[in-house]
């Protein structure tokens, strides 16, 4: 980073799901697996974050703003935005130039998005290494419970949802069989983790990426 060069960081917003019916809307399941902090259940991921915060040394806001998201129950979009501000105050005191931090969708989640430019005093190693320390006191552990909490699940189901009609036919467009039309919630998001990460390997073309055609974004 530096020297003209930048980093985005991408945004989610979640998307209202249209209609209602009598049924609740299918959600992903969560079959839990230690190695994903995805499928975690929130206690345990809030658990982790506070430990692992305290041992990285991160600000006391940090900490605080993890307990405060810890008796809520989730973390809000309003902690993270305070978060990602305290980290941008970090590395702008570097004299990194920061734009304007703007609102983006991902994956049906709200995040903030934004460019950072590291000063030119500095190359892009050290400054690369002194703004991940700025990250790490202020806003990661904060941003990776928001985005890994059952609410950023449950906003994905939304949005595959509301794109799913979409979603199948660009997954057929792109080399899928008839099992498509019939896939459930969780294989539909396995086949589009398949098609836009392995592609090939999975049977599919890479001509497009249909997560992002549906604009859902990574």
């Known amino acids: 980073m530096g020297n003209g060069r930048r980093r985005a960081a991408i945004a989610l917003a979640a998307l209202a799901l249209a209609g209602c019916t ?13 190695n994903d902090e ?28 993890l307990v405060a998201a810890k008796a809520g129950g989730e973390v809000t979009k309003g902690q993270a935005l305070d978060a990602t501000n305290a980290y941008i105050s970090c590395a702008e005191a570097l004299g990194a130039n920061v734009s304007t931090v703007t609102d983006a969708t991902s994956l049906g989640r709200w995040w903030p998005s934004y460019q950072i430019t ?9 400054f690369g290494l ?22 950023a699940r449950e906003a994905l189901s939304e949005a595959l949802l509301e794109h799913e009609a979409q979603l199948k036919q660009c997954l057929i467009a792109m080399g899928g069989g008839s099992e498509v039309d019939s896939m459930t919630l969780d294989e539909l998001w396995s086949a589009l983790k398949d098609q836009s990460f392995g592609g090939e390997d999975y049977g599919y073309s890479r001509e497009k ?7 859902i974004n990574w």
């Open 22 to 34: 009598g049924q609740p809307a299918p959600t992903l399941t969560s079959v839990y697996d230690a």
């Open 38 to 65: 995805s499928t975690w259940g929130f206690e345990e991921l809030i658990e982790k974050a506070i430990a692992d915060a305290g041992t990285a040394q991160a600000t006391d806001e940090q900490i605080a703003t």
């Open 118 to 126: 590291g000063p030119a005093s500095m190359s892009d190693q050290e």
């Open 130 to 151: 002194l703004d991940a320390d700025c990250m790490t006191k202020n806003s990661a552990f904060v941003m990776d419970v928001y985005s890994n909490q059952p609410a």
């Open 209 to 215: 990426d249909c997560i992002i055609d549906a604009g």
